[in-house]
């Protein structure tokens, strides 16, 4: 099993542009996350999504949106990417959620740098 | 608002040591406290997971213990290995809060030293 896995792994982007980060999972996982990382912040939720068609705001959702059409894929979109959003970007996933059982994996991350 | 906060910020060993990591929470109302490994420019690694109900959790040389009355939780690791050199990180899912929030420490920088 690859686990979580995320395209593309580095991107550079200039003020305004768009682009798509996309993450997939094969552990047949519910529900899937994507946070941000950043230096001195540690890691804060963007947007998580509880099943196939549905997504919600997480701590820090301003700037992204999310879709989940497929159960195993979750794609976070910057419309206009703006400086503030150069980070780097984990997608996770887990089979519960809010509950003793909720472990989180994690993908290995897209590098993002908005000039 | 729950914060975690992680000390020491780095902490350097020579080989062999066994270490304590230390991870406080402001909120007790959670339902789990997962810690986590970071190699540089990775992604996180899942090491142990510790329900609510749970006061310890073990895997190999690692043990994570949890007081959720006193809001702390240890990651105690045994005989290290510069293997371990990694960032340390610990999070808690809280009762309150969006749903698989989870809430990370800044991290424990370890460097085992041969």
């Known amino acids: 099993n690859a686990g979580v896995t995320q395209t593309p792994k580095f991107r550079v982007l200039k003020t305004g542009q768009s682009m798509t980060l996309l993450c997939a999972q094969d552990?047949?996982?519910?529900?899937m996350y994507w946070y941000r990382q950043d230096p001195g912040m540690g890691l804060r939720l963007i947007h998580y999504?509880?099943?196939?068609?549905?997504?919600a705001k997480g701590e820090v959702p301003d700037g992204y949106n999310v879709s989940r059409l497929k159960k195993q894929n979750f794609l976070l979109g910057l419309e206009s990417a703006a400086p503030s959003q150069t980070s780097v970007y984990f997608c996770a996933s887990s089979y519960s959620i809010s509950s003793s059982y909720n472990e989180q994996f994690f993908g290995p991350g897209t590098r993002l740098t908005v000039l | 608002k729950q914060e975690v906060t992680q000390i020491p910020a780095a902490l350097s060993v020579p080989e062999g040591e066994n270490l304590v990591l230390n991870c406080s929470f402001t909120?007790?109302?959670?339902?789990?406290l997962q810690w986590f490994r970071q190699d540089p420019g990775k992604g996180l690694t899942s090491l142990l997971l510790i329900q609510s109900s749970q006061r310890e959790q073990t895997s190999g040389r690692l043990n994570a213990s949890l007081d959720k009355s006193s809001g702390r939780s240890t990651l105690y690791i045994a005989a290290s290995q510069p293997g371990d050199s990694a960032t340390y990180l610990c999070?808690?899912?809280?009762?309150?809060?969006?749903?698989?929030?989870?809430?990370f420490g800044k991290g424990t920088k370890l460097s085992v030293k041969p």
């Open positions: 909120d007790s109302a959670i339902y789990n």
């Open positions: 999504s509880v099943g196939e068609g549905t997504t």
């Open positions: 999070a808690v899912e809280g009762v309150g809060g969006s749903q698989g929030n989870l809430i």
């Open positions: 552990m047949n996982h519910e529900y």
